[in-house]
């Protein structure tokens, strides 16, 4: 694949990191709202079950989101993001886009 702005070679194994990252993106945006369920989030984000449930897992293993399932019928899980890690950090690595 060739990029439409350069005409250099883009691996298909960039492109698809590029669409993982975006989707994280979307993630992370949707959580600096506040806490979310999954079902928010799943409306949210606009991605499969399993494409949600795999990004929600890297970025809980990365220490971004905390996931937390409250004690009722059925269980309620929450997602949000971690206080522990900065802000900045997670603006850095995901900013937030301008979309004015």
Same mark, same amino acid.
């Given at each position: 694949m060739k990029c439409p702005h350069c005409g250099k070679e883009i691996s298909n194994k960039l492109v698809g990191d590029l669409i993982v990252q975006s989707e994280e993106e979307v993630i992370l945006s949707s959580l600096r709202e506040g806490e979310k369920q999954w079902s928010d $989030?799943?409306?949210?984000?606009?991605?499969?079950? +399993?494409?949600l449930n795999k990004r929600l897992k890297k970025l809980i293993q990365q220490e971004y989101v905390i996931r937390e399932v409250r004690?009722?019928?059925?269980?309620?899980?929450?997602?949000?993001?971690?206080?522990?890690?900065? $802000?900045?950090?997670?603006?850095?690595?995901?900013? +937030?886009?301008?979309?004015?």
């Open positions: $989030l799943e409306k949210e984000v606009g991605v499969s079950k +399993v494409t004690p009722s019928f059925p269980p309620q899980t929450f997602y949000r993001l971690n206080e522990n890690k900065k $802000l900045a950090d997670i603006n850095r690595i995901f900013p +937030v886009k301008d979309n004015g």
